[in-house]
């Protein structure tokens, strides 16, 4: 009999209640309510002793926490496994004395969870010392009548079992972790072709579960046009005609995108108690497959090209070589690619000059050259050759080399260049005839009209002196007037044409008379700086800077506006320089760079035609400065422009 009935039996009334007062009766329920309340008294402190010696007791760690995850109480397990006392851990948060960092994250995922529901995880326990051992975590909700809400933490240390796990199926594990692990998507199919495993590269590739793919084939994966051929080789195999096979194609991934996927397929043989099965090893192969489109233009358009090209790797081999290439060589690919670059140009060649071309390229450095090669079906070729470095995963492992035949371009400025010499040459015989034929006016001017123009003035001035009326002596005053200023005129004219005083005396006495005919003319004043010596110049040369100067002056006197003009000439090193500088209105940009005019052109071509230099500058309203430099003979010391 349980105690709760002994002790209703000892309370219950000997005499009929009828018979008793109402106070009696009263006082009988209250004694046998305080028994039944110190029964019940009685047990809970009972269960509560069991329950406190059970969770003292318990074999693994076991920590009672609020749902915020503060400590309330842990036994005596949880302080032999962490080494955290009850008097250090109670009131401190479980998760920072026994959850490592990485793991808080999930804990308190965990935990969220715990206060609806119990939650079994695997995880991590952290020891005092920060040791780590694997564990396997319970988080159980509770309600305490004296504490609240509250949560069972219990910790089991699964070291031990992991290790005889992993010692029990090593073999298996290590194929299962390679299986899950791999970088690439490994599938198992069935001889229908139904998925039976996946490991996660290949899920996520796909974008599928490994339910979803339960229920499909690789078929439906494959897009239709590559169906038909993945059937038949999948066939071949299981027929045992095609032990393995491999096969670039399109799947369709979860959604509407398709990928390229190179899969390499064989057949497991199977055993007693497991049915054949495939394997297939699936690499994501379209960023390849869209970089070989990219290269399949590109190569059309280097096969359109006219010049050139060839990628050629360390090992001073071809790699590609366009169609230009070939036909300058006349080879076919087969017969480039793949060879050494000295067995097309010859050892002697490729030592000598395009070996170091390339090594300067390989080290990072374009290098440009230009070369004449000599094709069989084409002879002699001049080529501009550019060599271009191609970085690769691991430097520079590979060149581009442009070749361009400007044997043409070559021929044309040669042909460009013999014209232009020819021009200057003509030019040059223009300017000496043009000077001869002045000479020669000048002279038959001075000489015969000049003798003869004075015969008719001192017969005139002779018929004066006969006897006559005076209309008629007026009328040979007249006439003698008109004869001397024709006189003059000529002599003007001759000077002009070719100055006597130039062949006479030299360039410094022409360019000081031609200063002060100027001066005379214009009322500009004119400065004249001669060296102290004067050296002895080519007739051609002295002329050449005599026009000069009155090409100058005329230039100054029509269009500067000048009040005060300069004319030096120096001699230094072998060199004769003449400078003539006004201070009138200036030349800006716009009339430096349109000073293309005759006048400026004919003075550039007589310096240029001596080996000269001629420049013209200038700002406006400071005045111009003409200056040519020349050799003073022929064969000087050369002398870069500015």
């Known amino acids: 009999m349980s105690d709760l009935a002994t002790t209703a039996i000892a309370f219950t009334p000997l005499f009929p209640v009828s018979v008793l007062s109402r106070a ?225 194609k399109q799947y369709r991934l979860k959604g509407s995108r398709s990928i390229w996927v190179r899969v390499t397929v064989s057949r497991g043989p199977g055993d007693a108690t497991t049915p054949p099965f495939g394997m297939a090893i699936v690499e994501d192969i379209t960023e390849r497959k869209r970089a070989e489109e990219r290269l399949r233009e590109y190569e059309k358009v280097v096969e359109s090209l006219q010049e050139m090209i060839v990628v050629i790797d360390r090992d001073y081999r071809y790699l590609i070589a366009n169609q230009a290439f070939l036909r300058y060589h006349g080879l076919q690919r087969e017969q480039v690619v793949g060879h050494l670059v000295s067995e097309l140009v010859g050892q002697d060649t490729f030592d000598r000059v395009t070996k170091s071309n390339m090594d300067q390229c390989f080290q990072g450095r374009p290098v440009t050259c230009e070369l004449a090669l000599t094709f069989s079906n084409l002879g002699r070729r001049d080529i501009f050759g550019s060599y271009f470095p191609i970085e690769g995963p691991s430097g520079i492992d590979r060149i581009a080399v442009v070749l361009v035949d400007v044997t043409d371009r070559k021929k044309a400025e040669r042909d460009l260049q013999l014209s232009f010499q020819e021009l200057q040459a003509l030019n040059a015989k223009l300017q000496s005839v043009r000077e001869e034929e002045r000479t020669r006016l000048a002279r038959e001017l001075h000489d015969q009209l000049g003798q003869a123009l004075t015969a008719i003035g001192i017969d005139l001035a002779a018929l004066k002196t006969t006897p006559a009326r005076d209309e008629l002596s007026r009328k040979i005053d007249v006439i003698s007037g008109q004869v001397y200023e024709a006189i003059n005129s000529v002599r003007r004219i001759s000077t002009e044409l070719r100055p006597g005083i130039l062949d006479d005396l030299g360039l410094a006495a022409a360019v000081e008379w031609a200063a002060e005919d100027f001066q005379a003319r214009t009322g500009i004043p004119c400065r004249v700086s001669l060296p102290e010596t004067h050296p002895a110049l080519e007739q051609e040369r002295a ?61 550039r071509e007589r310096a240029l035609l001596l080996g000269g230099e001629f420049s013209v500058a200038g700002d406006p309203g400071s005045g111009a400065v003409v200056r040519v430099r020349m050799p003073i003979a022929a064969g000087g010391p050369p002398e870069a422009n500015p």
């Open 24 to 248: 009696t009766v009263a006082l009988s329920v209250l004694l046998f309510a305080a028994a039944v309340l110190a029964y019940l008294l009685y047990r809970l402190h009972k269960y509560k002793m069991l329950i406190d010696d059970v969770f003292e007791k318990a074999l693994q760690a076991v920590a009672l926490t609020t749902p915020e995850g503060r400590i309330i109480r842990v036994n005596r397990c949880f302080t032999e496994v962490f080494g955290h006392t009850p008097q250090a851990a109670v009131g401190r948060r479980l998760p920072d004395l026994v959850v490592p960092e990485e793991w808080q994250d999930e804990y308190r995922i965990h935990a969220d969870k715990a206060r609806r529901q119990r939650v079994d995880a695997a995880g991590v326990g952290r020891r005092q010392d920060g040791s780590r051992f694997p564990a396997a975590i319970s988080l159980v909700p509770f309600a305490s009548p004296s504490k609240g809400a509250a949560i069972y933490v219990i910790y089991r240390d699964i070291s031990k079992q992991a290790r005889a796990e992993e010692a029990w199926s090593a073999s298996e594990g290590r194929w299962r972790a390679v299986f899950d692990n791999s970088a690439v998507g490994i599938a198992v199919t069935d001889v229908n072709g139904r998925f039976l495993a996946a490991n996660r590269a290949y899920r996520e590739l796909l974008g599928y579960t490994e339910n979803e793919l339960c229920v499909i084939s690789f078929l439906d994966l494959t897009s239709e046009e590559d169906r038909p051929a993945n059937a038949a080789l999948v066939a071949e195999m299981w027929a045992g005609r095609l032990p393995r096979f491999t096969l670039e």
């Open 543 to 603: 002329t050449a800077l005599f026009r000069i100067v009155q090409e100058t002056l005329t230039n100054i006197a029509r269009h500067s506006g000048a009040t005060q003009v300069s004319i030096t000439l120096s001699v230094d090193s072998g060199h004769i320089t003449l400078e003539v500088r006004d201070n009138g209105r200036g030349l800006d940009s716009a009339q430096l760079s349109a000073t293309r005019s005759l006048g400026v052109l004919g003075m």
